[in-house]
């Protein structure tokens, strides 16, 4: 093996350990110059989960073939595809020029940034790579990206900084996601550290939008982070069970059925 590939391979470790390294950090590590490993970082971003954002290489969670690496929320968006589309769009039609939102970490919700015209005029808080990513392609988005410490299981950014930047700004709308949609328990998601983050979100906009497939209902995970008539709209397939969509209606949320 080449010193190259030897670099290669150490670098492809150190990140899948550490979830991202900036070039500075693996340039330390190795000990060598910052342009030797961005141009080993070409050679590694784009495949096998490895993204570079802006001087900084993060591993997603995406399964190396043969490695036994997990899966994570990668997988979440090859489920329910065509459920998650039309909900999306349906959401895409609640956007205004000028509009201030937030956008949840969450496959539906990637979702529906990738259907987000290049042209809209947007301000949008995020704190995910896989909305960030999205939103990078949109010309007219400004985008304030809050940072922290990043999950590969569900892509976010996590940092007391980032509460307290949602928790003094306000938005318009928010859309969020959420794991396990439940009348008597609440609006749930997989991780607790994402909890926080999601109620802090919902605080701090003018109108929230919970974006679910069907096969979230009734199911609960361990983060809480909503009462089910904290949200003014949630938006669904047609798979959900109609005598939940009664119940929620019942609540005063709307609930429309894509």
């Given amino acids: 093996m080449t010193g190259k590939q030897t670099r290669l391979e150490h670098i492809r470790s150190a990140v899948m350990t550490a979830g991202s390294m900036t070039i500075n950090e693996l340039a ?3 000990g060598v110059a910052g342009m030797t490993i961005r141009r080993d970082l070409a050679d590694i971003a784009g495949a ?7 001087g900084t290489l993060f591993h997603t969670g995406k399964q190396v073939s043969g490695s036994g690496h997990p899966y994570s929320s990668i997988t979440a968006k090859t489920e329910h595809a065509d459920q998650k589309t039309r909900i999306a769009r349906a959401a895409l039609a609640l956007l205004e020029p000028a509009d201030s939102i937030i956008i949840d970490a969450g496959s539906t919700t990637e979702y529906f940034v990738t259907m987000i015209p290049a042209e809209l005029e947007l301000s949008v808080f ?16 400004r985008i304030m990206l809050t940072g922290g410490l990043y999950h590969n299981s569900s892509m976010m950014f996590e940092s ?8 003094n700004s306000r938005s318009k709308k928010a859309f969020i996601s959420a794991s396990g949609v439940n009348l008597k328990l609440g609006i749930t998601c997989s991780d607790d550290f994402e909890s926080e983050l999601k109620r802090t979100a919902i605080q701090s ?7 679910v497939d069907s096969s979230k209902f009734g199911k609960v995970q361990t983060g809480f982070f909503a009462e089910v008539n904290d949200f003014e709209r949630i938006i669904t397939d047609d ?5 939940i969509v009664d119940a929620i209606r019942d609540l005063g949320v709307r609930v429309d059925v894509v």
């Fill in 126 to 141: 995020c704190f995910s790579l896989n909305i960030l990513m999205g939103l990078l392609e949109k010309r007219n988005a």
């Fill in 160 to 167: 007391r900084e980032a509460i307290k930047l949602l928790r």
């Fill in 239 to 243: 798979g959900a069970p109609p005598e």
């Fill in 28 to 30: 330390d590590r190795l």
């Fill in 205 to 211: 906009a003018q109108e929230r939008i919970l974006l």
């Fill in 48 to 54: 096998d989960g490895f993204v570079l954002v802006r």
